[in-house]
């Protein structure tokens, strides 16, 4: 199985991912879930998290709370779409088994130090602070780096918290920064794809009828979250961000993109936290990113679906 952490911000559609991931133990061997302030606050998002791994029946997976804040700018947290606790749909509690000993950003820098060369995929879903801030620390952290995978960005239909920009890149766009300079190897998972691949109420359906605990989180869950988008930005059905990047990683062959340079606007401004994307090769300046267009939707419901049917 493939050796990954998941830096995370849970967030309703990040709770669906975490569910995907850990459902996938054949494929995923997910090390860590380490947490980031982004669509609530870190208390939050970390409990969120924890949450999750009880759901899913994981002991064996810490969890580790990392950075409260953005790097530079304003705080800013995306209640409105996720829920003031983070999780619409569901009611929230207390997980009995606490948070790992230390900070995220020093797990990254261990781990990564540790690690076999380029043998570690690391997953963002939310605001990439973590990673940048152990990158920043440490750059001898990239030789354990294989891949990172990022949902967030945005390119030919715009973002979604600015006309520009996605949140998670908006959420911190100094951070950001820091990673597509790194020279990484990255596949990025922009709103380009995920408000191709909707839910629909058959999809969400099915995902009830499984009839276990996971299936019924996560359509409750989607029932309340896709409401704000298919309102706001007028879809047919609501996107699952965060999950379709764990559907990249689990069946790679069933999505579509290219490499192109991409760098974020970090000036204030009306494009602050753009992924300015060089998607016909314009500028000359150096590929560093996949930027995925295109997904096969109704195979990754369906593998969705599968999947948690594995869950408790
Ligand atoms: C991203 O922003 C967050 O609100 C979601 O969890 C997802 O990671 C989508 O723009
Ligand atoms: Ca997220």
Redesign the pocket.
């Known amino acids: 199985p493939l050796p990954l952490i998941i830096d995370?911000?849970?967030?309703?559609?990040?709770v669906i991912?975490l569910l995907l991931a850990l459902s996938a133990r054949d494929k995923l061997d997910v090390r860590a879930l380490t947490t980031v302030a982004?669509?609530v606050q870190l208390n939050k998002t970390s409990r969120n998290a924890r949450m999750v791994r009880e759901w899913a029946n994981r002991p064996d997976v810490p969890v580790y709370a990392g950075s409260p804040r953005p790097m530079l700018r304003t705080p800013i947290y995306?209640a409105e779409?996720?829920g003031a606790e983070g999780v619409t749909g569901v009611q929230v509690f207390e997980p009995k088994q606490p948070l790992a000993k230390g900070h995220a950003v020093q797990y990254l820098i261990e781990t990564l130090l540790a690690a076999p060369p380029q043998s570690m995929t690391v997953v963002t879903?939310?605001p990439q602070t973590n990673l940048a801030m152990a990158l920043i620390e440490n750059p001898g952290i990239r030789q354990g780096i294989k891949e990172v995978v990022m949902?967030?960005g945005?390119h030919f239909n715009g973002?979604?918290?600015t006309p520009a920009a996605?949140?998670?890149v908006f959420?911190d766009p100094h951070a950001s920064d820091v990673v597509f300079k790194s020279s990484l190897p990255i596949t990025v998972i922009p709103?380009d794809v995920?408000h191709k691949m909707l839910t629909s109420p058959e999809r969400i359906a099915g995902l009830r009828n499984i009839g276990n605990k996971a299936g019924k989180t996560a359509a409750d869950i989607l029932d309340a979250y896709v409401a704000h988008d298919i309102k706001q930005y007028g879809l047919p059905g609501g996107?699952v961000?965060?999950a379709t990047t764990i559907g990249y990683l689990l069946r790679p062959e069933m999505f579509k993109g290219r490499m192109v340079n991409v760098e974020v606007d970090t000036r204030e401004g009306p494009t602050f936290g753009a992924t300015v994307v060089d998607y016909y090769h314009s500028s000359k300046r150096p590929e560093n990113a996949r930027w995925i267009t295109d997904g096969d939707t109704q195979g990754f419901f369906d593998l969705l679906t599968a999947q948690l049917a594995k869950l408790p």
């Open positions: 995370t911000d849970p967030g309703a559609d990040d991912a982004g669509n995306a779409v996720h879903l939310g949902m967030g945005a973002g979604n918290i996605e949140f998670n959420a709103l995920t996107p961000h965060d």
